[in-house]
């Protein structure tokens, strides 16, 4: 009864990883490839920027290189140690391995909106060489069970048939999970306002939100939108990612070198991008240019590198429509459905 082992079971889960790694290769890559214009493309980016930036993506690199010798370790133990260890002792132990080698992709796909593009390749193919390294341990120490008959007794129940794992035909883009920065959280039908002007934010979080209207002006380096239902956002440049997840029946005005969108229904975008508009699970969508204004967004868009209009807003790509012809989950918004620029005053709030 090998099959029911729990540790088995887990071990097969992380190798159905290894198999996906190549389409999960690709779209992280894509991911994060946008975010490296900004740094050729914005002289006038703050220095405080540049730094947090720089000391974010070396504060991660060396967080996966210790975690990846520490893999590359337990490989090593594992294989010197399979002469004496037994089989259930040794497939736990590779169904732990898996698990760590899962957190450190996972760890990866969450921080890959920063990071050069170089950086996420390289990456990649680290926790690509660390999964082929296991598989193939495992195919030398743990053989595949022998098939033998088997008596059926009435009186106990008989075994069930492994479930057949099947491999999805794509892959989908890592949820990003709620960020503990500041933000405005938990809010019904309320007005909120904040300015970034003067201040050292670098990430701002929407959540929660039902029947709002966001004013934010001013540069941030991220934006993070989570669970918005009934709102109207209105943002200043941001200069690095814009990442949404669970938005309906929203209104949003965004300018950012990249953004991603998951889960969203019945809702407009008025964007300003430089890369092509990400899309996931998401169906309803219209699209339509920048449209925006308030006393200095030309010169907050100058310092984010987002002074030019591209017209990229209307290349959106879905992640889950593999047809070559375009996505029926988004349209572009007729012009006479568009709205006129919006003048917010960009008077803080409460925060």
């Not at 949003?252 to 991603?260: C, E, G, K, N, T």
């Not at 008025?270 to 092509?276: A, F, G, N």
């Not at 984010?304 to 879905?318: I, R, Y």
Request: aromatic share 6%.
């Amino acid at each position: 009864m090998e099959d029911d082992d729990p540790s088995h079971q887990a071990f097969a889960t992380g190798t159905l990883d290894s198999a996906l790694q190549k389409k999960h290769h690709d779209m992280l890559e894509r991911l994060s490839a946008r975010h490296q214009a900004r740094k050729s493309d914005s002289p006038d980016s703050s220095s405080s920027s540049s730094s947090s930036t720089l000391e974010s993506t070396s504060s991660f690199l060396a967080r996966f290189a210790d975690s990846k010798r520490s893999i590359e370790s337990r490989i090593v133990e594992s294989r010197l140690a399979s002469s004496s260890a037994d089989s259930s002792k040794l497939k736990s132990d590779l169904a732990e391995i898996s698990l760590v080698i899962a957190n450190l992709e996972k760890l990866l796909a969450e921080n890959s909106y920063f990071l050069p593009s170089y950086e996420v390749r390289s990456s990649l193919k680290v926790v690509s060489d660390l999964k082929q390294s296991l598989d193939s341990l495992s195919s030398e120490l743990v053989p595949k069970k022998k098939f033998s008959f088997k008596t059926k007794s009435s009186s106990t129940k008989p075994e069930s048939k492994p479930p057949e794992i099947k491999k999805p035909d794509f892959v989908s883009l890592p949820k990003v999970p709620v960020r503990d920065s500041p933000g405005f959280r938990n809010k019904h039908k309320e007005t909120l306002v904040k300015s970034f002007k003067g201040s050292s934010i670098g990430e701002f979080t929407l959540s929660d939100l039902d029947s709002c209207r966001v004013e934010l002006t001013g540069t941030v380096n991220a934006l993070f939108l989570h669970r918005l239902k009934s709102c109207n956002v209105y943002t200043g440049p941001v200069i690095g990612s814009i990442l949404i997840d669970d938005v309906e029946d929203c209104v949003l005005v965004l300018a950012s070198h990249q953004i991603r969108i998951h889960c969203a229904k019945k809702s407009d975008f008025y964007l300003r991008v430089r890369s092509r508009p990400i899309i996931e699970d998401s169906n309803g969508v219209r699209f339509a240019p920048y449209s925006l204004d308030y006393s200095g967004i030309e010169e907050d868009l100058k310092k984010a590198g987002l002074e030019e209009e591209t017209k990229s807003w209307a290349n959106v790509d879905d992640f889950l429509w593999l047809r070559a012809v375009q996505s029926p989950n988004w349209s572009v918004l007729p012009e006479e459905e568009r709205l006129y620029p919006v003048s917010i005053s960009g008077d803080d709030g409460d925060s």
